[in-house]
């Protein structure tokens, strides 16, 4: 396996994890598309993704949009107790605006990123954490904006 190109993956799933990490169909039907340019049906690109996912191979699919483009964000962050560590990132976790959530070494420990439609809504979705956590959330909102290339080509 160390010595394989594709590194177990087969050809369709490498392409799939190649190909689609920069220029993302942005259309009402991108995975019927992403199908289209490998050959294979909608169903088939869905199935694939979810394989790789379970396998830890793919951990998110979507877009990622310039800070303020549709709506508003934050970085916020939590210190909790090592035991607590798991019920609260559920918690965070629960959030369809949590797009991210990592436990760092530190003392506010748990991190993770809030988008919401609204500064409304992000305060009600921080206040709601901040009430069942126990914790309270510190605001890191983005002071300068820096582009960070997402992709990572396997070779």
Request: with cysteine.
């Amino acid at each position: 396996m160390k010595n394989d190109p594709h590194l177990g993956l087969s050809d369709i799933e490498w392409q799939l994890l190649n190909s689609f990490q920069h220029n993302f169909p942005m259309v009402a039907e991108p995975y019927k598309e992403i199908g289209s340019k490998l050959g294979i049906s909608e169903d088939e690109v869905l199935f694939l993704l979810q394989k790789l996912n379970e396998c830890g191979m793919v951990s998110r699919v979507g877009c990622v949009l310039r800070n303020g483009t549709l709506g508003v964000s934050t970085l916020a962050a939590v210190e909790v107790a090592p035991e607590e560590i798991d019920r609260v990132a559920e918690l965070i976790n629960s959030f369809s605006e949590v797009n991210h959530n990592y436990e760092r070494e530190n003392a506010v420990n748990l991190w993770f990123v809030v988008t919401a439609c609204s500064k409304e809504r992000l305060m009600e979705i921080l206040t709601e954490i901040e009430n069942k956590s126990g914790s309270p959330v510190l605001m890191l909102p983005m002071e300068q904006n820096f582009h960070i290339n997402l992709g990572f080509p396997i070779h």
